[in-house]
């Protein structure tokens, strides 16, 4: 029997698929005319993490999805978010700078991850006068993922909170290890002036 | 953009395997666009298979979803098994869905990465130079472990777990390690370094790996009970399923076992080898319409150039003759070439002529006493031994049935085998001496 999950979780795959023939597109009239349509597959990228997004948020909001931990190199979710946000931000006079300190594996669900870091980026970069930065460091026996940046900070804390910081304290909390969750802490007045995003992971 | 001069991609071969020809397309322009030359298409599971197996590619992109019931995963899997794939060639799953993390995570066998539509060029290079730079660094490993060199392979990966460079790979090192220790024999020290994993995190493939090290060093109750907590915390690891089935079935359990295969073989009807298991199972559990079905299955449909093999077809006779329907088992025997048959290892060669024995008695019988001497001399497995019990209770020769019986009592898998032996001596009203067979083995036993 289809649930409505599998009706929203079909239409997400092909919605998906679609949005990757747009960007092959994109790519493929790169190739040929020389030009950069960088901002436009940005915005095919940003619509797919959105409906995945959605998705997980209305998965988790069912119980019906766990996470996917696998061995994950800390360095290189640091460098994925780096590659898709940076273009976007310097397309805006906006700089990110990634500062990663862990050079170990670290058990984590990868994509559900760089999937909240890519929002937390985005949503510094709407915000930030000309600075985000990114760094992973280790505290308290687990692993710390920060996004600062130098603009007014959250307007409240906790702010009022969107689809996105809501699914980034279910994640971080739906990570456990050692008896130990995961956490997410907001705050102002961070090392660059502005907002502090940070997870903490066990 | 990444198409350089120098390019590592230019010069490889890339396999685009996807059933929609507009994700085809797709694939190949961004593989064209980070310089990739040679790009082939395969549009289904066969296409796929028969192109890798005839000129392997160096880079394979692989849809998860390929249609017709086949997935990415069966793919890969259906690789491994048949060492179509070197540790040097890249196996990338390609997927629109999120569900196919959840198999990554929990499975032991795992492509060397996925990617998550849609995707840049960039972040598709970014991830094939990580995994080249990983392979780079298991080189010498890949090595040693293809030649089965495994004291050597398992001290490089001790160098390598060791080494700074390592740092960003201990988790595959370790896994590495647990491998080939089981590859090795040493059951006890893999069993060491899966725990080891599971101290830093609670993989479900971890566990796995402790209740197959527990299976082969025979402690069949402690490696249940691991293999159970796998199964309960992911129950679409269907390779713990089937882990699961072969130490029922060694518990003397084959009723659970089959319950556990049916159940998952229905959600995977094009596997195979778990087929083979669940006719295993049936076949212990006297249940002869289920063990036919998956051994006919098996035989009409595993495709693959010599996937099928002749334990095959004495499994499918074995079904057959159990059931009384000797016709068939006898048209099954002779697809076996008497050429085949002289070539067959002691133990084959026994079953063969067991079987032909009462599938066709005029044929059968002059076979079967020509190795006599040799069954009660030789070591046998219990399968065959099981098969030369069955013929020679039925050819009344008492004393290499009551041999072989012993022997299976007697044996390390003795639990596997213990109800299908009194079945059979019950079956030919003798289970008074089955029952003295069984005294006379358990005082043996104490003597020692």
């Given at each position: ?5 599998d009706?929203?979780?079909s239409?997400v795959?092909?919605?998906k ?10 790519v493929?009239?790169e190739t040929?005319h020389?030009i950069?349509l960088g901002e436009?597959?940005y915005a095919?990228e940003?619509a797919?993490r959105?409906?995945n997004?959605?998705?997980t948020a209305?998965?988790?909001g069912?119980?019906?999805q766990a996470l996917?931990i696998?061995p ?5 979710v ?12 310097a397309a805006?006079s906006k ?17 559900l ?11 510094a970069?709407r915000f930030?006068r000309?600075?985000?930065r990114l760094?992973?460091g280790?505290?308290?026996g687990?692993l ?5 940046d ?6 409240s804390?906790?702010p009022?909170g969107?689809t996105?910081?809501?699914?980034a304290e ?11 969750h995961g956490?997410?802490?907001l705050a102002?007045h961070g090392?660059?002036?502005g907002?502090?995003f ?5 | ?5 120098g390019?590592p991609y230019?010069k490889?071969r890339?396999l685009?395997?996807?059933?929609q020809p507009?994700?085809r397309?797709?694939?190949r322009?961004i593989?064209?666009?980070?310089g990739?030359f040679a790009v082939?298409f395969a ?16 880079i394979?992109?692989?849809d998860y979803m390929?249609?017709?019931?086949r997935?990415g995963q069966?793919l ?5 098994r048949?060492e179509?794939l070197?540790?040097e ?12 993390e959840q198999?990554?995570?929990a499975v ?9 539509k849609?995707f840049?060029?960039d972040?598709?290079?970014?991830r094939?130079d ?6 780079a660094?298991f080189a010498?490993?890949?090595?040693e472990k293809?030649?089965q060199e495994?004291a050597?392979a398992?001290?490089l990966?001790a160098?390598?777990r060791?080494?700074e460079a390592?740092?960003?790979y201990?988790?595959?090192?370790l896994?590495q ?8 024999g040493?059951?006890?020290r ?11 995190y ?10 197959r090290?527990l299976?082969?060093?025979e402690?069949l109750?402690e490696?249940?009970e691991?293999i ?7 129950p679409n ?12 079935i060694?518990q003397?359990e084959?009723?659970e076992?089959?319950?556990?295969l049916d159940?998952v073989a229905?959600r ?9 298991l ?7 559990n006297g249940d002869m319409d289920?063990a036919?079905a998956a051994m006919?299955d ?8 010599g996937?099928v093999?002749p334990?095959?077809?004495?499994a499918l006779?074995?079904?057959q ?6 016709i068939?088992?006898?048209k099954?025997?002779?697809t076996?070439k008497e ?5 067959l290892t002691?133990?084959l060669?026994a079953g063969f002529?067991?079987?032909?024995a ?8 002059a076979r079967?006493?020509g190795l006599r001497?040799?069954?009660l001399?030789?070591e ?5 031994r099981?098969d030369?019990l069955?013929t020679?209770?039925?050819l009344?020769d008492h ?5 072989q019986a012993?022997?299976l009592?007697e ?5 596997k ?8 001596y019950?079956l030919h009203?003798?289970?008074?001496d089955f ?13 020692h």
């Amino acid at each position: 029997m289809q649930t409505l999950l599998d009706i929203l979780a079909s239409g997400v795959h092909d919605a998906k698929n679609q949005l990757f023939q747009a960007e092959s597109l994109l790519v493929a009239a790169e190739t040929r005319h020389g030009i950069d349509l960088g901002e436009a597959r940005y915005a095919i990228e940003a619509a797919a993490r959105r409906l995945n997004r959605t998705l997980t948020a209305y998965r988790l909001g069912r119980h019906e999805q766990a996470l996917a931990i696998v061995p994950t190199v800390v360095g290189d979710v640091c460098d994925e978010v780096l590659l898709a946000q940076r273009p976007h931000l310097a397309a805006a006079s906006k700089t990110l700078v990634v500062d990663c300190q862990v050079f170990d594996e670290w058990p984590l669900d990868r994509e559900l991850l760089t999937d909240i870091l890519n929002n937390a980026v985005q949503n510094a970069g709407r915000f930030a006068r000309s600075q985000i930065r990114l760094s992973a460091g280790l505290e308290d026996g687990g692993l710390r993922l920060t996004v600062d940046d130098d603009g007014p900070g959250y307007a409240s804390l906790p702010p009022a909170g969107g689809t996105g910081l809501k699914l980034a304290e279910t994640l971080a909390r739906l990570h456990v290890r050692h008896g130990r969750h995961g956490r997410l802490e907001l705050a102002n007045h961070g090392p660059l002036g502005g907002a502090r995003f940070a997870l903490w992971l066990p | 953009m990444a198409a350089l001069n120098g390019n590592p991609y230019a010069k490889k071969r890339f396999l685009v395997v996807d059933d929609q020809p507009t994700a085809r397309d797709a694939l190949r322009t961004i593989a064209q666009n980070i310089g990739a030359f040679a790009v082939e298409f395969a549009s289904n599971y066969q296409d796929a298979l028969y192109r890798i197996r005839n000129n392997a590619p160096d880079i394979i992109l692989c849809d998860y979803m390929l249609g017709e019931g086949r997935s990415g995963q069966q793919l890969l899997e259906e690789l491994r098994r048949f060492e179509l794939l070197s540790d040097e060639s890249i196996f990338m799953m390609v997927t629109g869905e999120q569900s196919y993390e959840q198999v990554v995570s929990a499975v032991e066998l795992v492509p060397d990465d996925y990617i998550i539509k849609p995707f840049s060029p960039d972040k598709l290079v970014l991830r094939l130079d990580r995994i080249v730079a990983r392979k780079a660094f298991f080189a010498d490993y890949y090595r040693e472990k293809r030649k089965q060199e495994y004291a050597r392979a398992l001290e490089l990966l001790a160098q390598k777990r060791d080494s700074e460079a390592g740092r960003p790979y201990r988790f595959e090192i370790l896994r590495q390690q647990a491998e080939t220790e089981l590859a090795s024999g040493d059951a006890e020290r893999a069993e060491a370094t899966y725990r080891a994993i599971l101290g830093n995190y609670e993989f479900p493939w971890a566990r796995a790996g402790v209740a197959r090290s527990l299976h082969k060093q025979e402690k069949l109750a402690e490696a249940r009970e691991e293999i159970e907590r796998v199964v309960a915390g992911t129950p679409n690891y269907f390779d713990a399923a089937d882990l699961k089935a072969s130490i029922c079935i060694d518990q003397g359990e084959a009723d659970e076992a089959q319950r556990v295969l049916d159940e998952v073989a229905k959600r995977t009807p094009r596997n195979y080898l778990r087929k083979r298991l669940l006719a295993e199972a049936a076949t212990l559990n006297g249940d002869m319409d289920t063990a036919r079905a998956a051994m006919a299955d098996v035989i009409a449909n595993d495709s693959m150039p010599g996937a099928v093999q002749p334990e095959d077809r004495l499994a499918l006779a074995r079904s057959q003759v159990i059931a009384n329907e000797l016709i068939a088992a006898e048209k099954t025997l002779l697809t076996l070439k008497e050429s085949e048959v002289q070539n067959l290892t002691l133990d084959l060669q026994a079953g063969f002529a067991a079987l032909l024995a009462l599938a066709v008695p005029e044929r059968g019988k002059a076979r079967f006493a020509g190795l006599r001497p040799a069954l009660l001399a030789a070591e046998l497995s219990s399968t065959a031994r099981l098969d030369v019990l069955r013929t020679a209770l039925r050819l009344g020769d008492h004393e290499l049935a009551d041999h072989q019986a012993e022997l299976l009592m007697e044996a390390d898998d003795a639990k596997k085998t213990f109800a299908s032996t009194r079945s059979l001596y019950a079956l030919h009203g003798r289970e008074v001496d089955f029952r003295n067979l069984q005294k006379k083995v358990a005082l043996k036993r104490i003597k020692h």
